[in-house]
């Protein structure tokens, strides 16, 4: 271990660090550690002059091994191995402390936050005597995409990919593409129609000769690391000939057998054989296999539709033989685009949802709306006639500590729009209860101007229940909404014929499944985190997988058509530049020590390591390609025979050893 020469540069990031910590006494006790050549002090260390600094003392003062000691290495670690690289050193001879977030930020005692300093730079110089040069290898990168979730926010991201000439696999759960925006009415603030912009954005993802459509399918496996995934997706079977429905729907009015149609939120039936709305992509039918009376049977009963198809799309066999299949996908990339789920509010009971007929949540009303919905757009009670007034409840389920402590983001601007269309259709009294009116985007404030000049009336306060106890002869029949008035100070009692819940859009039921699928993070919240929320939103602690929506938080159509196209822009940086670099700092084993007992490979969530035979032995070898360097496979190691690059025994002895000192 000749030859070491150490430089050590303090950070005071202004005085986020030097508010704290006496930055100058720590450079000069770090002067004094053994091998350490040059110590000195920066107001930034991050900035160009800061840098300067480091490339300067590897050349001039011959120091070879580097420890910064400034913010979190998550944060600047790459700019200071850059650093070093710049100077002629390798990047892996830095050794990077925190003394900002682990110190400064959480100290009030500038003596003490001092000492801890000292501390912490001190190990820091033991451990990067240690460190040995790492070689930085480069992997190619597979150009094909794999989005996942057909709302507007993967169609957004698989159009820009695929309009940059680069294959996409779009994969959607659903028999058609189109997700909660293909359902609503029409959209906030400018009240243009949901289908009308959508459907041309789905007939172009349907027909791209760059997109290749997954419908009525779910990813089941994914392994490899960023630049080369691989995908097992699983397509559901439709038990018709894809190639041969024209969707022409006479199957559809001929089956005889119906149940509530998930699209219409419940609302009208749908049938065994059934396209699921009338612009849906692909435009084929699908059948519903439990419903089917006649696959049920063995082919024994019914049969209506092999009967009417003209096309020969549905055949005995198609309905008997056809069964799943699995597609085995190749891509460098992943966007993750599945969505949301909009609360339940039959949890909430008080708000009488499920209970009294006339109780509706927003999407409910979203199908009520539209022209091409069960009531051909007209807002009727459910004895078809039309109400005289409405109450639009904010807030179901969001901004409430017993379920969603966030806001939805969109409730306040989709609760306007409903007083507006029911102000123009029908001419009912609105109430809107709200807790506090959120409108933020472009053009919502104006909007928000022009419902208040409309004679709608808002009532600010938490809603207590809603009940057909009547306690007055105007309340009899009618739906009563109790609520506390807070701007009045008083109690409030509503009679209205129609309540609208704004319920919450929370994370999907399935989450976890595809958070441990793709290796993604999940909030307190329960949506998918990303890898920073403010200089990194829709990356995700996965390389090479992106989230785009309503996964990663609520938002409007206009936010998650950005977020898209943020992630559309990630993956194409990726394909330009076509090749990886890997991370050095891997797994290494010790073939001497290896048993080839195979509990690393039984650990790895990365599939790195592998055990082989090597001459009749059985022993591991590790994937450097996917090997992440978390270490999990060295703990887990019984022989002690795996350890990391960068953080070996000894390294981590010495670096706990200086710490422990006095
Ligand atoms: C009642 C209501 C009214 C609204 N009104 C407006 C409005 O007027 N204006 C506005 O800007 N915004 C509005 N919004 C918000 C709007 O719905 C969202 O911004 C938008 O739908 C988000 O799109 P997305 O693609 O992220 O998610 P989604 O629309 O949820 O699409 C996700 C897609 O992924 C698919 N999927 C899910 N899991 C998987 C899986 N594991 N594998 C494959 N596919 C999967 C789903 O089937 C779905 O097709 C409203 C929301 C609600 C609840």
Known sequence: MEGRRIGVYVCHCGLNIAGTVDVEEVAKYAATLPSVVVSRDYHYMCSDPGQALIKDDIKECGINRVVVASCSPRMHELTFRNACQDGGLNPYLLEHTNIREHCSWVHEDKAAATEKAKALVRAAVKRVYYHEPLEVKEAPVNPNVLVVGGGIAGMQAALDIANGEHQVYLVEREPSIGGHMIQLDRTFPTLDCSECILTPKMAEVGHHPFIELLAY???????????????????????????????????EEKCPWKVPSEFEMGL??????YI??????????????????????GGKKCGACIKFCEANAVTPETLLNQSD???????????VATGYDQFDPSVVPQYGYKKYDNVLTGLEFERITCAAGPTGGKILLKDGTEPENVAIIHCVGSRDQNYHEYCSRVCCMYGLKYAYLIKELTGADVYEFYIDMRCFGEGFEEFYKRISEEGIKFIRGKVAKVTDVAITEEEKGKLIVVAEDTLLGSMVRVPVDMVILCAA?????????????????????????????????????????????????PRDIPDT???AEAAAAKALSLISKGKITLEAAVATVDEAQCQGCGRCEEICTFHAPKVI??????????????CKGCGACAVACPTGAISIRHFTQE???????????V
Do not use: W
């Open 505 to 553: 859009l929370e994370s999907r039921s399935d989450a976890d499944k595809v958070a441990s699928l793709f290796g993604l993070n999940r909030r307190a919240d329960g949506f998918f985190l990303a890898r920073h929320v403010k200089l990194d939103p829709v990356a995700t602690p996965t390389d090479g997988i992106f989230i785009a929506g309503c996964c990663e938080a």
């Open 217 to 251: 399918s779910e990813v089941e496996e994914v392994s490899g690391s960023i630049g080369q995934f691989k995908v097992k997706v699983r397509k559901k079977a439709r038990y018709i000939d894809e190639s041969k429905c024209v969707g022409c729907g006479v199957c």
């Open 561 to 563: 058509v950005a977020q």
């Open 325 to 335: 299949q699995i597609v085995e996908l190749e891509v460098g990339s992943i966007i």
């Open 268 to 273: 009208a039936m749908r049938k065994a054989i």
């Open 613 to 626: 035979s090597k001459n009749g032995v059985m022993v591991s070898t590790i994937n450097e390609t996917l």
């Open 276 to 297: 699921p709305f009338a612009q849906a992509i692909p435009n084929v039918v699908t059948i519903d296999k439990d419903l089917c009376v006649y696959i049920q049977s």
């Open 651 to 661: 390294e981590i002895l010495a670096q706990v050893g200086a710490l422990i000192e």
